[in-house]
């Protein structure tokens, strides 16, 4: 007896043949700038990815196994049912987060990934950058910003003992 949910009718043997085939083809990256900066932020957004998908996995892991007994008790004629929306969530959120670079051509043009954020980032980094006056200027705006975070925090902390 099978554990896999029944494929649809409009997959083929051949089809599941061909995605097989394009598995193992790795695909290429695309060549980048090699320098030292660049191959930080690649590291530091890899990591970032690698926490995502961990988090992903420890969350999915018990969640598939209630979707499982809910497909078993509540949805007896199609017990796979919310089993297969799982599938495809994990399949959204693989795409999202994008782990080896790989799914940049299966996402929808409108879909967003973790590189258009890490982008989005570095763009805001750079211009705080830039409108600071370079790493000095940057390192007094974050002290700046962490002075006033404390601050905001003793504020509450203040409050909080008020109240009591």
Do not use: C, W
Request: proline fraction near 6%; hydrophobic fraction near 40%; avoid cysteine.
């Amino acid at each position: 007896m099978s554990t896999e949910p029944p494929l649809p009718a409009n997959e083929t043997d051949a089809n599941f043949d061909h995605q097989n085939e394009a598995a193992e083809r790795p695909r290429r990256l695309a060549p980048k700038p090699s320098t030292r900066t660049q191959l930080l932020r690649d590291v530091v957004i890899f990591q970032i990815r690698l926490a995502m998908d961990g988090l992903r996995d420890l969350v999915l892991s018990p969640v598939s196994i209630l979707v499982a007994l809910a497909g078993i008790l509540f949805s007896p004629k199609d017990p796979h049912k919310f089993f297969r929306r799982l599938m495809a969530l994990g399949h959204r959120s693989d795409v999202f987060i994008n782990l080896f670079n790989a799914h940049s051509d299966d996402a929808a043009p409108d879909a967003r990934s973790t590189s258009d954020y890490a982008n989005k980032f570095e763009a805001i980094l750079a211009d705080e950058f830039a409108k600071s006056g370079g790493a000095s200027g940057l390192t007094a705006s974050a002290k700046a910003f962490v002075d006033k975070l404390r601050a905001r925090r003793q504020h509450s902390s203040r409050q909080s003992d008020n109240d009591v």
